[in-house]
C-alpha cells in the first residue's frame, strides 16, 4: 500500500519534467537542423550530426558582396525605422501623457484599435499609394512606411512609460527657467531611456524580421534587405546548397535571438500592456 | 460650468484659457509629426482599401488607365469564386488549429506545468520555445520545409522506427503549416499564462487541496476560471496575429498544393500581385481588414482600459 502511492507520487513528481522534457526536444529538434547543417560540408534537409565540421558555409556566405549589400540594408531599415518610431512616438507621447486634452482619450482609443489590425490587410493600397506618390522601390519611403505601420504600438508604450516619469522634476525645472522644449529634452528624455530601449529594440526586432513589406515595396536587387534576400537565395540555390542556407538562415536569425535577450530585460513592463487585462 | 467660474473671477479664469491655449498648441505641435506619418501611411490606405475595392484597378491593361468604379463587381466576383471560399475555409482551419487550440493549449499547458518547477529547468525550456517566436517568420519556413521534407528530419526519423517516408508538404499541408505556426506562436500564449498564473494567489488552490480536491478538479474548478480573463484576451490577440500571418505560409508551401493552404492573405497577394488584379485584391484586403477591425472591437471592449 505505501509502495503504490510512493510510486505514484514520484510518476506525479517526475511527469511534468518528462512532458516538459519531451515538448522541448520537440521544439530544438527543427532549431538543430539549422544549427547543424549550417557547419556540415555536405548537408541535407534531414538532421544529422557533421561528418566533417566546416565554417566554409559561413565565409561563403559572409564574404558575398551581395550577402553584406543585403545585411547592411536590412541594419540601414531597421535602425531607421527604429530612431525615427522613438522619435515621433517619444514627441507623441509626451503631450498624451503631461496635459488635459479634450481629444486625448478617443485618440488613444484609436492607437489602441491601430495597434491590433493587421497590416497585411493594407498592402495592397500601399503599393497603390507608393505607385501614385512616386515612392515604389523607395528605400526611404519604405521606411517612413514601416515607422508609420509601428507607431501605435511604440506611442501606446511610450505614454505608459511616460505617465511613470514624475512630473515634478519638469517643474522643478521650468521654475528654474528651463523651457518646455529643454526640459523634455533633459529631463524626461534621460529618465525614459528604458522605455526608449524597449521601444527601439522591439521595433529594430520587428523590422529585421518583416519579410512583406519590403518584399511589396522595394524591387531593386541592391536594396532589398536581408529578409528579402533570404527569400531569393532560398529560391535559386535553397534547393541545392543546405549548408549554406542554414548558415545565411543562422546569420540572419542570431541579431533577432540578441536582441530580444536584450529587451527581455525590459519585456515585463512592456508585457504590462497585454497583462493589463488580467482578470 | 466655465462661464460661471470666469463670471466670478475674470482674471484667473482668462489666464487659464490662454494657457490651456498655450497648451493645445504645443500639444498640437508635439502631435504634428504622428499625425501626419498615421494619416498618410496608416489611416490612409485604410481609407483607400474601402475605395479601390470598389474599382476595377489593375496593374496592367487598359483599367491600369483608368481608374473605373465598378461597384459591387468585385465583391460579387469574389462571392462567386470557388477560390475564395477555400481560402476563408482555409483561414479559419488554419486560426482555429494553430492559434486557438495549437499555441493556446500548449501555452496553457507548458504555463501549468512550469509553475512549481525547479528554476533552472524552467527557464531552459521557457528558452526553448521563446527561441521559436523569435526566429523571424521566413526562417521558420526555412526550418520546417527541412523537417518536412521528403528526405527531411521527420521522415528519417519514422524510418528508424521502420516507417515509409510521407510526402507531407504534399499530402498533408495544411497539418505542415499549422505545426510551423504553432512552433513560431506557442511562447506567446505561454507568457500570457504564466504571467496570469502568478497571478493566481496559492492560498485558493491549497485551501482546495485540503478539501480533498483532485488535481484535474483544481484545474477546472479553481485555476481555468480565474485566468478566464487572460485566456479571452490572448485568445483574441492571437487571432489578430494568426489573421493577418502571410509570411510563413507563402515561404513554406506558397499556398499550395493548388489552393490547399490558401489563407486570405495569401490569396490577397496572388490576385493583387501575381493576377495583377488590384481592385479584386483590394475587396479582398477589406474583407481581412473588417474581421481585423471586428476582432480589435470584441478586444478593446474586452480589456476595458482606462485611458
Known amino acids: ?279 | 460650468m466655465e462661464t460661471a467660474k470666469i463670471g466670478e473671477a475674470p482674471l484667473a479664469g482668462r489666464k487659464r484659457t490662454s494657457s490651456q491655449t498655450r497648451d493645445h498648441l504645443r500639444a498640437v505641435l508635439f502631435l504634428l509629426p504622428a499625425w501626419v506619418l498615421l494619416l498618410v501611411f496608416f489611416f490612409g490606405p485604410i481609407l483607400l482599401t474601402f475605395y479601390f475595392a470598389f474599382t476595377n484597378m489593375s496593374l496592367t491593361g487598359e483599367a491600369s488607365q483608368q481608374l473605373e468604379f465598378v461597384g459591387m463587381a468585385n465583391f460579387s466576383a469574389i462571392f462567386s469564386d470557388p477560390n475564395f471560399m477555400t481560402s476563408i475555409v482555409n483561414t479559419l482551419v488554419f486560426l482555429v488549429f494553430s492559434a486557438l487550440i495549437g499555441q493556446q493549449a500548449l501555452g496553457l499547458i507548458l504555463a501549468l506545468l512550469m509553475n512549481n518547477r525547479s528554476r533552472t529547468f524552467r527557464r531552459m525550456i521557457g528558452a526553448l520555445v521563446l527561441t521559436g517566436w523569435v526566429t523571424p517568420e521566413i526562417v521558420v519556413a526555412f526550418i520546417f520545409f527541412a523537417f518536412f521534407s521528403d528526405s527531411g528530419t521527420l521522415n528519417t526519423l519514422l524510418g528508424t522506427v521502420g516507417m515509409e517516408p510521407v510526402k507531407w508538404l504534399y499530402e498533408y499541408p495544411m497539418t505542415s503549416v499549422v505545426i510551423a505556426n504553432i512552433w513560431h506562436g506557442t511562447a506567446f500564449s505561454m507568457l500570457v499564462y504564466q504571467a496570469a498564473l502568478g497571478g493566481v494567489p496559492k492560498e485558493v488552490e491549497e485551501a482546495a487541496m485540503i478539501d480533498g480536491a483532485s488535481a484535474w478538479q483544481r484545474l477546472w474548478r479553481i485555476t481555468l476560471p480565474m485566468i478566464k480573463g487572460s485566456v479571452v484576451t490572448n485568445m483574441v490577440l492571437i487571432s489578430l496575429q494568426t489573421l493577418g500571418l502571410f509570411t510563413l505560409i507563402f515561404a513554406l508551401t506558397g499556398g499550395g498544393p493548388g489552393v490547399q493552404t490558401e489563407t486570405l492573405p495569401v490569396f490577397m497577394y496572388h490576385q493583387a500581385f501575381v493576377s495583377f488584379q488590384l481592385g479584386y485584391g483590394t475587396a479582398i484586403s477589406l474583407i481581412l481588414l473588417l474581421i481585423g477591425m471586428i476582432v480589435s472591437m470584441v478586444y478593446i471592449r474586452l480589456l476595458k482600459v482606462k485611458i
Open chain 1, 1 to 279: 500500500m505505501n509502495k503504490i502511492r510512493f510510486k505514484t507520487q514520484m510518476t506525479g513528481k517526475a511527469l511534468p519534467y518528462l512532458v516538459l522534457s519531451l515538448i522541448g526536444v520537440a521544439f530544438v529538434v527543427p532549431l538543430l537542423w539549422m544549427v547543424f547543417a549550417s557547419l556540415d560540408a555536405n548537408a541535407n534537409l534531414a538532421l544529422k550530426l557533421p561528418e566533417q565540421i566546416t565554417l566554409n558555409n559561413f565565409k561563403e556566405i559572409v564574404t558575398s558582396p551581395d550577402n553584406q549589400r543585403a545585411f547592411l540594408n536590412g541594419i540601414l531599415l531597421s535602425l531607421g525605422q527604429s530612431v525615427l518610431v522613438v522619435i515621433v512616438a517619444g514627441l507623441a507621447a509626451y503631450p498624451l501623457s503631461r496635459y488635459q486634452l479634450r481629444y486625448k482619450s478617443p485618440f488613444m482609443y484609436l492607437i489602441l484599435f491601430a495597434t491590433c489590425l493587421p497590416i497585411t490587410a493594407v498592402m495592397v493600397p500601399v503599393y497603390q499609394l507608393f505607385v501614385y506618390l512616386n515612392l515604389q522601390d523607395s528605400f526611404i519611403g519604405t521606411m517612413v512606411f514601416l515607422t508609420s505601420a509601428s507607431l501605435p504600438y511604440a506611442i501606446w508604450m511610450m505614454k505608459n512609460f511616460m505617465d511613470s516619469v514624475p512630473l515634478e522634476l519638469e517643474e522643478a525645472a521650468w521654475v528654474d527657467g528651463c523651457s518646455i522644449w529643454k526640459a523634455f529634452r533633459v529631463i524626461v528624455a534621460p529618465l525614459m531611456l528604458p522605455g526608449i530601449f524597449t521601444v527601439g529594440i522591439f521595433t529594430f526586432a520587428g523590422s529585421w524580421g518583416n519579410f512583406f513589406v519590403p518584399f511589396i515595396l522595394i524591387q531593386s536587387p541592391e536594396k532589398l534587405p536581408a529578409s528579402v534576400s533570404i527569400y531569393q537565395f532560398f529560391g535559386s540555390y535553397g534547393l541545392v546548397e543546405y549548408g549554406k542556407l542554414a548558415a545565411f538562415s543562422f546569420l540572419y536569425t542570431m541579431p533577432a535571438v540578441l536582441l530580444y535577450m536584450l529587451g527581455q530585460r525590459y519585456m515585463s513592463e512592456g508585457f504590462n500592456f497585454h497583462g493589463a487585462a488580467k482578470g
